[in-house]
């Protein structure tokens, strides 16, 4: 069962302006200091470990982590906003409308009042990011499964075998930041910020879908719950905040639907671009195409692989995780699996699936030591820098 979450110490931030609520803040950083200590720990030795392997071989590590892949179309929307444009060998269109606008915005808002470019400036977005979703994920695995749980959950994602990206100027923090403090504010019940925190969340990255869905769903649940047991007297009224917070938490996601809309007069504009980008929902087709177009060793290995995900999928629905918690989880796995996308994006676009590491975070505190919980993490923080060096400088996910 989860923990009674301690009461003497609030875990999220309050607004800073009060006195007291200055008090409260720094009680709450205190608290989640453990975790955002590990966290930046173990992320440090992924990116000295990278260092080290782009120095030895040449390479500039800088421009790697914010001058590649994704990141330039980022900074392409920032510096000249939306209408680039790359037509493919097979005619293929991609567009920079594919690219959600949160990220670019507040690269641009910082170039233009600090000395750094769109590039420092994304990645300053990225790490900041990093130590607020490890802060917001801390918060949650303490609320439902005490301290020590929260500081190992939040320590697990930044070991996760893609944790390199946590480092890149992507939206994959940025978007897990928003993602785990909307969740902690539903546990909460604090409905408005947590669909305040969507609308931010829906403007960075198509999977808040995912986010809308536990808010969504979990308000439902509230309100079938109510009206079964006889609560039908005021129960618009009584859950009014609840149900503002759930309108209000698609807007983000619907107003850039409409823009890309309004901008290319289709109704379905938008996802007539994330098909040319070979994103579109296919059900899984294209997961099975892949997998079993592999040498048969290949094939076994993600087999298993899914099957292993599967299984931890399973453990979070018999850890009886809260509903909102366990929707979003879930849901971002399968939005990561019924895409038509590119493989080797698949383990990124899962990662802000945090809730999937609360069964191992349990589970690695049933050492009872805190010595062996430490050691069994620093040894996965080498793992993950080792693939995220080797991935870096290779041509990408392999």
Known sequence: MPADPSPQVTLAPPHPEHPLARGRFAAALAAAGPALGAYAAVRAVGLVVF???????????????????????????????????????????????AFFPLLPALERGIAE???????????????????????????????????????????????????????????????????????????????????ALCVLAGLTRPSAAALIAA?????????????????????????????LGVVIAPLGWLAYVVFVAVREGSAFAYFDVQAQWGNSIDGGAALASFIFGLPLPGML???????????????????????PVLVYGIAVVVISLIGSGYFGSRPRLMMPAFPLLL????????????????????????????????????????
């Open 51 to 97: 260092w080290a392997a782009a120095s030895a071989g040449g390479k500039d590590a800088l421009h790697l982590l914010s001058e590649r892949w994704d990141s330039i179309w980022y900074q392409r929307v920032a510096e000249n906003g939306y209408g680039y444009t790359v037509t493919l060998p097979d005619v293929g269109v991609h567009s920079d409308l």
């Open 113 to 195: 009042v600090t000395p750094l470019g769109l590039a420092g400036a994304g990645l300053l977005v990225a790490w900041v990011a990093g130590l607020l979703a490890a802060w917001g994920i801390f918060a949650v695995g303490a609320r439902l499964y005490g301290r020590r749980a929260g500081v190992v959950l939040a320590a697990l994602w930044g070991v996760y075998p893609t944790a390199f990206v946590q480092s890149m100027a992507y939206t994959e923090t940025l978007f897990t930041a928003l993602a785990a403090w909307s969740l902690y504010c539903v546990l909460t019940r604090r409905w408005i910020v947590a669909g």
């Open 215 to 243: 808010l969504g769903v979990t308000a439902a649940v509230a309100l079938v719950r109510e009206y079964r047991a006889g609560a039908t007297d005021g129960l618009v009224r009584r859950n009014g905040r609840m149900l």
């Open 301 to 323: 290995g993600l087999c298993a692989a899914l099957a292993a995900l599967g299984w931890l999928v399973s453990l979070c629905v018999r850890q009886r995780q809260p509903l």
């Open 359 to 398: 069964p191992p975070a349990v589970a690695l505190l049933r050492l009872r030591s805190t010595a062996r919980t430490a050691a069994v993490v620093a040894v996965l923080a080498v793992a993950s820098a080792a693939y995220g060096a080797w991935t870096l400088l290779g041509s990408g996910p392999p």
